[in-house]
């Protein structure tokens, strides 16, 4: 209350409802409706009543609650109004609220206490907030009879308000006073309360009606599976999100997963979005002659589908924001109230026996000013807050429907653009992942694009009011300013897009280097690509320095304008207003300093939008471009095709089957579907006047993978029904391009494709119109059971991607397994056929990937099987029984027509039509006898093949009775990664432990507190001299924050003391009683101009800090990478390597300095006002403790539940942009079995995943921010108080009061901040523990005891190799993979090793390279024992051809040479002798003709060739070939073969057995068994000895 209104004391006695003093005022001469008191005493009966009638219903009601099952049924909204009516009781709280403050005013002007004036009022917010705890229980249990009780309250409190408001009128109270006023308000609030229960009965005919509306639940409500209740709950717990209390406090006690946040609300899926925008674009396309294309469609389409939403945000920003200039303007109502005791307010007016005062009365009591600060506080953060609810939760449902647009596209999308390099999966995911992101921060920050401008101009119009024209002057130091600002933003875009760009291809160097880390360990390359890595990131640093500079200048710009504006500002008001001498007040300076921290707010947030919507721009423009490109064939659009065999039963069991899947897949049980297959038989006979029909037919064909020369011209042929048809020819004529032609992959330039389908039965027939109606007649094709030659695997598990979402049959699933001989394998993986495998499969071999792929197309049941070269990464035994147990009798028994692309020209005898291929057109075809007659050459060719691969079969048998004996026993990977693979995965078992760290699902699980070591550990890597700065640099900065405030605080006290002083004094001269402001400006731009300073040295040691960091911890990880055994990267996911390098290390480097930067501030922010405001009003401490404790347990529960929630938005992104990476690297194999619609269900459910935690992340972040703002408006509460309180004794000078509360005002913003970004830099904190993790990883010994000098030049000259007594392993705490081995191989000699999977082939190769653990006797080449070479040494002298073939990007000429020793005729010659060298000259640059990323652009065929090319260019005196012929036709490997022989005769050549045919002719054959050698010598003599284990196996094959 303010000193000028001080009441006089009164004795308790004279406390009565009425009053004592003026009682014949109260005389009811003139009736009672004439005596004020009466009529406030007429007003307490409705309240009175409502509360005696409805408090014993509502404990009922609460007792009867607590026996509800279903949580969800009380959040549903039954009667209409609900909003309204929860607005309409705001308001008439807030009404309320004004009138007991109202009447506690007056009562002040009063000798004794009228209870009468506010007593009524408070009875009122008591009965208000009972009628809304009422109206709740009633309507959420749906008892519609018990709102009688509210009808009688609104009919009777709108009757005794009306009576008291026209009683007033009658005695000529007016609107100047305002207790007329709030009397007619609440009359219309009652009145329009009361028209809403009417409405509510008539609507509902509730009541008296006989008959009441029936109203069912929304169906989300009646599914328990959707617990994201934001859309039903009643507006109260919209508001401050009450609902997701239990959510949050429940985190701290398990971790959330997507099972605890259930499903999305029906409005928010991704599909109900997507036909939202699809509707949207379709009405573009509709509208206008011309349809609408480009970025501008899409505009439209975003703005009708989503626009309505993005406004109702726009409305709460600009509520919150008129709202928020309450807080400046009472501040400054409030010190100036107190720093003075002359007011003109009118005296109030005495009707009615009290007085009535003014509103301008009422604002000028300070008590009053503070309630209605803290009421507009809460208020605007409510809004603001909903504003941020609504903008967000609108970006998240356009993701969700772009994504899903984009996903749809895809489906459609040519094969070409991909194949041809025009686009990449990398842009697909980037334009998911990035620009769909873009677009979902545009909407966020949409709503400032509105709100600044008024902001602005309201913020610029009161400072003007408050300070005069130097106002405009700090404005338009703010407005020059600003460009500034908007060109570091500009050049921080720019800085960031050129550091991107350098860290993708960082990204993909380290990728490649990665994934060939094996190639490159054994060519002793790694430090070639390492070097090549680090030169990229040390370009990438150079950009991130200036991406630091901009980040530190943005970051001292947003700190030092502020004050900069602040100094010109009072700078120049004191010399304006010098002749005043005392205008610079307190409420005058404090008021503007808050002004200016909400002016300052839009102008740096302008920066952010402008740069936000420039890259929505450059989004949607992408994205108009992607939609725009070409898209398949109309004619090959899916269409609904049930197996031949399947009944109207098998989706709805198998519907179930999967939603059973998704509530718990661990708990799955395989479920068998009984099919009757003879009914397939049945189905598929056909008469021998159908056996002429083909089931495929292309007359005069030409296709083309993009607009130039055809790659098939001239093709004309045909694919009879149910029989075997194979496609023959050498690598690169066509063939797997023949195979994407007929599945209308490739651009058809002329000529026709006709699928024919199968008799149908009468069941199928009556379904067939339902298809067809309204398309063409044109025969489509049906789904084709297609295996790629390069395999493509789910990141599923085995059985999943065997069933590729067919019905489960037991019976046929492992017929199916036994065929491919995939049961050996899965019984050694470690949850068997439910291990689930990498994206490319990258646990398993080539052979298992490919017999996987073959399993998936055998266990369709579709009409027509493709294999593209299905057996290239298998073993002859493989291959013998896929091709008899699989093709010819699996298939054929189900009489499936099955074409069939190989190399293996033994099989040609079993085909019943034969297609050759050359040069991209049919050579020939029809049956071998056909050819026989037709192409006599060919087809002795052929036969000279054929024979020569009988030839081989007398020894290549042997390697079959291996298989035998092999596939009895456990089986892990084919010959390529046979028992390094095996112990791989038996090691999974045994150290899952020690893989956890790296393991996605063990990050998820990761629940402690915050990981200070972690931050010790980045603090560390910043050295001894940036962090001592960096530490005192901040405080420095904020002591000197503190300082200005408290200056200013004392600058305008003394202002105000000397106008005191002078009107005490009574000066009529100026110069007598003037005030000097020179010494206090003079000291303020002292500290100013410190505070300035130190902003930079802050901002610029922070980022410098974090620069530092990601220098030295990349350094660091990538050394240890390059230099870490084999054994990591097979016990470690590929993917859990690279993301520590991509996302971590992006972390690291961008945004563990920004989040630092930010959780120092605003703590010490928040520790300097807390500090303030102590100081100012000492008994705010009592307060600050339940304050405290509150802001705690939020923190508390919120940093739990945010840490889950931020982890799972990425553990969903994830598979998110893996599906989408999928299915574009799968898109054939989808549309080739016709699964589209399957896979877009999938996405919808990835989407959604995804969505519901992007939105529960949302509801949580919204939770904290208004319960800190709510806290923070009860510290501004509270201080308010406290400083009136204490100011009123004059014990306070009206500067601090500003001080304090300028001060208060800000806390809850720092809380959030503080709050926010430790829950940010705990997940960050992660990045680094996962990478100091992988750096304390032991690495190799390269060392050895020879140094490079001291190796005999031309080491090793001969070639010889003496293995003694050699036992190697793994890894120290594995068991022995070769024990005791014993071998000499003479100088040029040549040996064949064979052996079963798991005897320790590859091991020996790899023993050659010290790539394993070699623990006992030695291995020593040309008289040199290799463990005293330095391990660079070793490995670059020696020559290795793998199986896998591994082409880095670049040039040919780089894949080749990557140390550029050899000259152009060696790098010919080698091409020529891998038979590459027509190839290379045709393409343009020849050796420098660029290869793709993982050598795309060529064959599988074309890259072992260059695999080949590049060990010939070494020319080493010893070469290894593991299995190098596994994907070449067998003619190149026989031209290769004698190549090999001739290039090497005088050269120690070891070859791995793929072929028997590769060791025929080898000098001495090793065969191995469990580690250990158990024959060794010539071939011949082998053989000629019966009893040898070689000799068996070739008799036991005869």
């Known amino acids: 209350m303010m000193r000028g209104y001080r009441p006089t004391p009164v004795s308790n006695s004279t406390l009565s409802f009425c009053g004592t003093d003026n009682s014949s005022a109260y005389k009811v001469d003139n009736g009672l409706l004439n005596n004020g008191c009466f009529l406030d005493a007429l007003g307490v009966v409705p309240h009175v009543f409502l509360l005696f009638s409805t408090f014993p219903i509502l404990f009922i009601g609460w007792g009867s609650q607590s026996s509800k099952v279903h949580i969800h049924h009380s959040t ?19 009404v309320l609220v004004c009138e007991i403050a109202e009447g506690i005013v007056s009562d002040g002007f009063n000798q004794s206490r009228h209870l009468h004036l ?118 109260l717990s919209k508001s401050t999100y009450w609902w997701m209390n239990t959510f949050i406090t429940s985190a701290h006690k398990r971790p959330i997963d997507l099972k605890t946040i259930g499903k999305l609300p029906i409005s928010m899926r991704a599909l109900t979005n997507y036909q939202r925008l699809r509707k949207a674009f379709d009405a573009q396309m509709e509208d206008g002659p011309v349809p609408l294309k480009g970025p501008r469609w899409i505009w439209r389409s975003l703005r009708q589908a989503f626009g309505r939403r993005l406004v109702l945000s726009i409305t709460f920003r600009f509520m919150a924001d008129l709202l928020g200039f309450a807080g400046p303007l009472c501040i400054s109502g409030i010190v100036h109230h107190i720093s003075s005791d002359n007011h003109s307010v009118l005296p109030p007016v005495k009707l009615l026996g009290v007085h009535f005062i003014s509103s301008e009365a009422f ?10 600060l803290f009421l507009a506080l809460l208020l605007q953060r409510t809004f603001l807050q909903a504003s941020y609810y609504v903008a967000i939760e609108t970006g998240i449902k356009l993701r969700g429907a772009i994504q899903t647009k984009i996903y749809n596209k895809i489906m459609r999308l040519c094969t070409s653009n991909m194949s041809m390099g025009e686009m990449t999966t990398a842009q697909i995911c980037s334009l998911v992942a990035r620009d769909t992101n873009h677009l979902m ?43 500034l600002q908007y060109f570091v933003a500009t050049r921080l875009s720019r800085a960031q897009k050129s550091t991107l760009e350098y860290t993708s291809q960082r990204l993909k160097k380290t990728n490649e280097l990665l994934r060939g ?32 500079l901009y980040t530190s200048l943005s970051i001292f710009m947003n700190a030092a304008i502020p004050i900069a504006a602040v100094l010109t500002i009072f700078a120049v008001h004191v010399h304006v207003h010098s002749a005043t001498d005392f205008d610079l007040s307190p409420a005058v300076a404090f008021g503007s300093l808050s002004l200016f921290h909400i002016l300052v707010t839009p102008l740096f947030l302008l920066s952010s939008v402008l740069h936000s919507t420039v890259k929505a721009l450059v989004s949607v423009q992408k994205l108009s471009e992607f939609l725009g490109s070409t898209e398949i064939e109309t004619d090959q659009d899916p269409i609904a095709q049930t197996p031949a065999n399947s009944n109207g039963n098998i989706k709805s069991v198998y519907a179930l089957q999967l939603q059973a899947k998704l509530v718990n897949r661990k708990s799955k049980s395989k479920q068998d579907v009984n099919r009757n297959f003879e009914q397939q038989d049945q189905k598929l006979t056909v008469s021998a006047a159908e056996e002429d029909q083909a089931c495929l037919k292309i007359i005069n064909g030409y296709f083309t993978w993009t607009q130039g020369c055809p790659t098939l011209t001239n093709i004309d042929i045909k694919v009879p029904f149910g029989q075997l048809t194979m496609i023959v020819g050498q690598v690169g004529c066509g063939k797997s391009s023949l195979l994407l032609a007929a599945l209308g992959e490739m651009q058809k330039i002329s000529g026709s494709i006709s699928w024919t389908s199968l008799p149908k039965t009468d069941s199928e027939e009556s379904v067939r119109p339902h298809y067809m109606s309204g398309r063409h007649s044109i025969p489509k094709r049906g789904s084709v059971a297609y295996a790629s030659q390069r395999p493509w695997l789910l990141n599923a598990t085995i059985e999943e991607n065997i069933l590729f979402d067919m019905a489960p049959n037991e019976k046929r699933y492992k017929e199916v397994i036994e065929v491919c001989q995939l049961q050996p394998d899965i019984g050694t993986l470690p949850q068997g056929d439910q291990t689930v495998i990498g994206e490319r499969g990258i646990i398993l071999s080539g052979g298992q990937r490919q017999r996987i792929s073959v399993a998936r197309a055998l266990y369709q049941q579709t009409n027509v099987v493709f294999l593209d070269d299905p057996f290239s990464a298998l073993d002859i035994h493989l291959s013998d029984h896929l091709m008899h147990e699989g093709i010819l009798k699996f298939l054929r028994q189900e009489k499936r027509t099955v074409v069939l692309v190989t190399h293996k020209l033994q099989y040609l005898p079993h085909a019943d039509w034969i297609i050759a291929m050359r040069d991209g057109t049919v050579q020939t075809q029809g049956t071998l006898k056909d050819i026989q007659c037709a192409e006599p050459e060919l087809f002795e060719q052929w036969r000279t093949l054929m024979n020569r691969q009988n030839k081989e079969n007398s020894t290549e048998l042997k390697r079959k009775s291996f298989r035998r004996a092999m596939y009895s026993r456990d089986t892990l990977a084919t010959e390529d990664e046979d028992e390094a693979a095996d112990v791989t995965v038996s090691e999974v078992k045994d150290s899952s432990t020690s893989t956890d760290e790296d393991s996605l699902r063990a990050e998820l699980r990761y629940r402690t507190t915050i990981p200070w070591s972690s931050f010790a550990t980045y603090l560390k890597a910043a050295g001894l001299l940036l962090l001592p700065l960096l530490i005192l640099s901040q405080l420095t900065k904020h002591s000197l924050m503190v300082a200005i405030d408290f200056w200013l605080a004392h600058w305008t006290s003394h202002v105000i003391a000397a106008q005191v002083e002078s009107a005490e004094r009574n000066c009529t001269i100026t110069k007598d009683c003037g005030f000097s402001h020179t010494w206090y400006l003079q000291v303020f731009c002292v500290l100013c101009a410190l505070g300035i300073a130190l902003c930079l040295v802050t901002s610029l040691a922070v980022e410098w800090t974090g620069l530092r960091v990601a220098r030295e911890l990349h350094c660091s990880l990538l050394r240890i990478i390059v230099l870490a055994p084999m054994r990591l990267f097979e016990t470690t996911p590929l993917g859990n390597i690279l993301n520590r390098f991509s996302t971590d290390t992006n972390t690291i480097d961008q945004h563990i300095p920004v989040t630092m930067e930010c959780l120092i501030r605003s703590t010490l922010l928040c520790v300097s006002a807390v500090s303030v405001i102590s100081y100012v009003t000492p008994v705010f401490l009592i307060a600050l403790l339940p304050l405290a404790i509150a802001c705690y347990f939020i923190q508390k529960y919120f940093r739990v539940a945010s840490r889950d929630l931020q982890q799972l938005e990425d553990s969903t992104e994830m598979p998110l942009l893996s599906h989408y990476s999928q299915t574009v690297e799968g898109l054939t194999t989808i549309r080739a079995f016709r699964h589209e619609q399957k896979f877009k269900k999938k996405l919808l459910e990835h989407t959604d995943a995804n969505n519901i935690s992007s939105l529960f992340l949302t509801a949580a972040n919204r939770w904290l921010e208004v319960r800190m703002e709510y806290v923070g408006a009860f510290v501004v509460l509270i201080a308010a108080v406290a400083s009136i309180t204490t100011a009123l004794y004059r014990q306070l000078s009206a500067g601090l009061v500003g001080l304090g509360l300028t001060s208060a005002l800000m806390v809850s913003n720092y809380l959030n901040w503080i709050v926010r970004n430790l829950a940010d830099m705990e997940v960050q904190l992660g990045c680094v523990k996962r990478v100091s993790a992988l750096i304390h990883t032991h690495a190799e010994n390269y060392d050895g005891l020879m140094t490079p000098a001291q190796v005999p030049a031309g080491w090793p000259k001969y070639g010889e190799i003496q293995i003694k007594n050699l036992s190697v392993r793994y890894d120290s705490s594995l068991k022995p993979v070769l024990r005791h081995i014993n071998a000499h191989i003479r100088p040029g000699q040549k040996v064949g090793i064979c052996g079963r999977t798991g005897s320790g082939k590859s091991s020996f190769s790899l023993a050659l390279f010290r790539m394993l653990d070699t623990f006992e006797g030695q291995i020593v080449i040309d008289g040199i024992d290799i463990a005293t070479l330095p391990l660079q040494t070793l490995r670059s002298k020696f020559s290795i051809i793998l199986q896998d073939p591994i082409l880095f990007s670049g040039t040919i000429r780089f894949n080749l040479d990557p140390d550029r020793k050899a000259t152009d005729q060696m790098l010919w010659e080698a091409l020529e002798i891998a038979q590459l060298m027509p190839v290379v000259k045709a393409l343009p640059g020849g050796l420098e003709a660029v290869v793709t990323e993982g050598g795309e652009n060529f064959s599988q065929g074309q890259r072992q060739l260059f695999c080949l090319a590049r060990a010939f260019v070494r020319k080493s005196s010893i070469l290894i070939m593991d299995e190098a012929t596994a994907s070449i036709d067998m003619a190149t490997e026989s031209i290769l073969q004698e190549v090999v022989m001739t290039a090497f005769a005088d050269r120690t050549v070891v070859t791995i057995a793929h072929r028997v045919g590769t060791i025929l002719g080898s000098d001495a054959v090793i065969v191995m068994k469990r580690g250990g050698i158990v024959e060794y010598g010539e071939p011949e003599e082998l053989l000629e000895q019966k009893d040898s284990v070689f000799s068996a196996f070739v008799r036991a094959d005869k």
């Open 441 to 483: 921060w545009f909407f966020f920050l949409c709503p400032n694009l509105w709100a600044m401008p008024v902001q602005i101009v309201i913020g610029v119009f009161l400072l003007y009011y408050l300070l005069g024209v130097s106002a405009l002057i700090g404005a338009t130091v703010i407005a020059v300013l600003a460009p």
């Open 118 to 235: 506010y007593m009524p009022a408070g009875l009122g917010i008591l009965a208000a907030i009972t009628s809304i705890v009422y109206y709740h229980n009633i309507e959420t249990s749906n008892f519609p009879k018990l709102l009688i009780a509210l009808l009688i309250y609104w009919t009777l409190a709108f009757i005794t308000k009306t009576i008291k408001f026209v009683k007033y009128d009658d005695h000529g109270i007016g609107l100047r006073q305002l207790r007329f006023c709030i009397t007619g308000l609440l009359a219309l609030l009652y009145g329009l309360l009361l028209g809403v229960e009417v409405n509510v009965i008539l609507r509902r005919r509730y009541m008296w009606f006989p008959f009441p509306t029936e109203v069912k639940p929304p169906d989300d409500l009646q599914d328990l599976g959707v617990r994201f209740l934001q859309p039903f709950v009643n507006l």
């Open 517 to 548: 880390i094996k190639l490159l360990k054994l060519y002793a390359w790694e430090h070639i690509f390492r070097s090549s890595v680090e030169e990229t990131r040390r370009q990438e640093l150079t950009n991130l320095r200036t991406f630091a």
């Open 76 to 94: 549903w909204l039954h009667f209409p109004g609900h909003d309204f009516r929860w607005l309409l009781t705001t308001v008439l709280l807030f």
């Open 363 to 372: 604002l000028a009591n300070a008590y009053v000013l503070a309630v209605l």
